[in-house]
């Protein structure tokens, strides 16, 4: 099983991407979905995560408001929109998977890891 994150790409600061991630799992709708970033030479971190219904969502502080995250169940993907990209925005971005009731941010609770999609913002 694997999850498949595809979306990235080259965009200017102020522009926009939607990210997806497709997860073939039979019972999709009982994870919790993260997505995380790692830019060149830094730890990775949290970006956002959402609940099994797609109703709850959490975010890192700074980018709330610019991203949002979301789910389709029925197509077994989430999706991570970007908006007002900013260089510092650039990173790969990779999706993951958690046996969690509610939206968590720990990456050690995240389970299974999609492969990463490049997101470079240019200024």
């Known amino acids: 099983v694997q999850l498949q994150a595809s979306g990235g790409g080259l965009v200017q600061a102020g522009g926009s991407l939607r990210l997806s991630c497709a997860a073939p799992?039979?019972?999709?709708?009982?994870?919790?979905m993260g997505w995380f970033r790692q830019a060149p030479g830094k730890e990775r971190e949290f970006v956002a995560s959402?609940?099994?219904?797609?109703?709850?969502?959490l975010y890192q502080d700074s980018l709330e408001g610019r991203f949002t995250v979301s789910r389709d169940n029925a197509k077994t993907t989430v999706y991570l929109q970007m908006n007002s990209l900013k260089p510092e925005d650039t990173a790969t971005y990779y999706c993951?998977?958690?046996?969690?009731?509610?939206?968590?941010?720990?990456?050690?609770?995240?389970?299974?890891w999609g492969q990463g999609t490049l997101v470079t913002v240019s200024s």
């Open positions: 993951a998977r958690a046996r969690r009731v509610a939206p968590v941010r720990e990456a050690g609770l995240f389970d299974l």
């Open positions: 959402i609940g099994k219904n797609g109703v709850s969502t």
């Open positions: 799992l039979r019972t999709f709708s009982s994870y919790v």
